[in-house]
């Protein structure tokens, strides 16, 4: 059965600082892995889908690598700001198509 | 020009009563899900629908009833409300398959439905 772990459950940092949110699972047989945010009483926002074929996406100041051989993934974010706390969602995608999320990392950012 | 949106974004109910909630999306994808999101923040998925036909249905009790009107639509009922149905739902969808200079199965969410049941 597929289980997703986030770590750390909450991150406070200061404004500008570069962070990595981590991810693992514990199945290596998943067709994608997808980065949500999700900010408070609100819906989730789609940051980065990685395919099981790739390595790492980007999309502005996130990067996202996946290493699915180890059943993990991070999330960096650079020069971090404000506007970026929010609840960071790792999901995989698992064999038969469900999305197995992780509990999250609440980030805040300090200005 | 929303992707996916749902009705109502707040529910309050009594223990007991029947209540739906509605989804849609204009986003032209083929498959449709319910995800519950409970007290602790944890997500789980509950239905999938793909081109009207049920293909994923979790360990979920009969008292949820998913309807599939067409491609765009993925409404949820409920009867028999129970306290412990209280959370938030999210509607989702993803187009299956590879998509023009996209990633295939990525999944956009609707903004949820806060449930309550008293």
């Known amino acids: 059965k597929q289980e997703v772990t986030q770590i750390p459950a909450a991150l406070s940092v200061p404004e500008g600082e570069n962070l990595v949110l981590n991810c693992s699972f514990t199945?290596?047989?998943?067709?994608?892995l997808q980065w949500f945010r999700q900010d408070p009483g609100k819906g989730l926002t789609s940051l980065l889908l990685?395919?099981?074929?790739?390595r790492e996406q980007t999309s502005g100041r996130l990067n996202a690598s996946l290493d699915k051989s180890s059943g993990r993934s991070t999330l960096y974010i650079a020069a971090s700001q404000p506007g970026d706390s929010a609840t960071y969602l790792c999901a995989v995608m698992d064999s038969s198509y469900k999305l197995i999320f992780g509990s999250g990392t609440r980030l805040l950012v300090r200005p | 020009d929303t992707a996916v949106s749902q009705t109502p974004k707040y529910l309050v109910t009594q223990m007991g009563n029947d209540k739906s909630i509605k989804c849609e999306q204009n986003l032209g994808h083929d498959t449709m899900y319910w995800y519950k999101q409970d007290s602790k923040k944890f997500l789980k998925i509950m239905f999938s629908?793909?081109?009207?036909?049920?293909?994923i249905n979790e360990t979920v009790p009969n008292r949820f009833s998913p309807k599939s009107p067409d491609k765009a639509h993925l409404n949820l009922h409920i009867n028999s409300l129970e306290l412990g149905d209280s959370a938030v739902y999210f509607c989702a969808s993803s187009r299956t398959g590879k998509v023009a200079g996209g990633s295939y199965n990525e999944q956009f969410f609707g903004p949820g439905t806060r449930l309550t049941v008293l």
């Open positions: 990685i395919q099981s074929s790739q």
């Open positions: 199945d290596s047989a998943i067709y994608n």
């Open positions: 629908y793909n081109n009207k036909e049920l293909i």
